[in-house]
């Protein structure tokens, strides 16, 4: 006959550990920092490379669509037809969400090396209901990029469910990248892109 096997009841270490674990998750949750904490996981998946964005193919691309306005920080209107013969990274994001945060340092050295160049455009679009909570946290983390809120609705080229959304203009006016979830920006390839002439 063989003894039944009874569960161990948990020791004090385990409940001590259980206990710290919860804490951490209620300190992340009540301060509000899911953002930043998993946001700091995915830039890990991003420095390996294996995220890296790329273009779309020739036959893809589609005529861009101008018919749209921004607000930016000063609560000035930039309109988007201003724009053309220039090349445009469009970035949809919000603070609040963990794969935007952890994009935005590649995105940030991407125009940090582009942005003297003159067909080179950034048009960080924040997603977020209070502009000026976008606008803090941009500076709290030294980022250079402008970023701007919608003054009008983007047009169905660009519509989105999802953030981040990431579409690239040509100078030439076609849309040759548009790229939904996190993806690493600081590549060569974008830098060309970046800086390409009509």
Do not use: H
């Amino acid at each position: 006959m063989t003894k039944k096997s009874r569960k161990a009841k948990p020791g004090k270490r385990d409940i001590i550990e259980l206990s710290i674990i919860i804490a951490v998750f209620a300190i992340i949750y009540f301060t509000g920092s899911q953002a930043e904490v998993f946001g700091k996981v995915q830039q890990a998946v991003l420095y390996t490379g294996i995220m890296n964005a790329n273009e779309l193919d020739e036959s893809s691309q589609k005529p861009a669509n101008y018919d749209f306005k921004l607000f930016d920080v000063n609560g000035n209107i930039v309109d988007a037809k201003d724009l053309k013969g220039k090349n445009i990274f469009m970035n949809i994001w919000a603070t609040w969400c963990a794969p935007c945060v952890a994009e935005m340092p590649s995105i940030n050295k991407l125009y940090a090396d582009v942005k003297d160049n003159p067909n080179a455009v950034f048009l960080m679009i924040s997603e977020d209901r209070d502009f000026k909570k976008a606008i803090e946290w941009v500076k709290k983390k030294e980022f250079d990029f402008p970023i701007y809120r919608l003054a009008t609705a983007l047009p169905e080229e660009y519509e989105t469910n999802v953030v981040p959304t990431t579409v690239v203009i040509s100078a030439e006016g076609e849309i040759v990248v548009k790229k939904t979830g996190m993806a690493n920006y600081n590549t060569r390839r974008f830098r060309k892109l970046m800086t390409a002439e009509q």
